[in-house]
């Protein structure tokens, strides 16, 4: 079992950055695959990005390539996505998962995965 929480949601203009944690509870932290996704107004959940159990394989949706950065620390059992030049379809509620592979995560619907509660981002123009 593993509990996330996410934090570090917020207004921000375009341009701007925004670094969002996901704190996660249990012992087996850097067992799981992580992954953020991310929900708009209107329309369906879908992938941003996620990081392998060590740290050393990253994938991004095409979207937020060499803007978006995902990043792990397992000691501190927590993952993080720094966003910059954040552009206002980036606004959505931003949700952290953990999965047991990098293909499940990788993925909506992260089929299995333990989610957080979510945190909103707000880019306004």
């Known amino acids: 079992q593993v509990q996330l929480v996410e934090s570090g949601g917020g207004l921000v203009q375009a341009g701007g950055s925004l670094r969002l944690s996901c704190a996660a509870s249990?012992?087996?932290?850097?067992?799981?695959?992580m992954g953020w996704f991310r929900q708009a107004p209107g329309k369906e959940r879908e992938f941003v990005a996620a990081i392998s159990w060590s740290g050393g394989n990253t994938y991004y949706v095409d979207s937020v390539k060499g803007r978006f950065t995902i990043s792990r620390d397992n000691a501190k059992n927590t993952v993080y996505l720094r966003m910059n030049s954040l552009k206002p379809e980036d606004t959505a509620v931003y949700y952290c998962?953990?999965?047991?592979?990098?293909?499940?995560?990788?993925?909506?619907?992260?089929?299995?995965?333990?989610w957080g509660q979510g945190t909103q981002v707000t880019v306004s123009s």
């Open positions: 998962a953990a999965g047991p592979s990098i293909v499940v995560v990788t993925t909506t619907p992260c089929s299995g995965c333990y």
């Open positions: 249990g012992r087996t932290f850097s067992s799981y695959a």
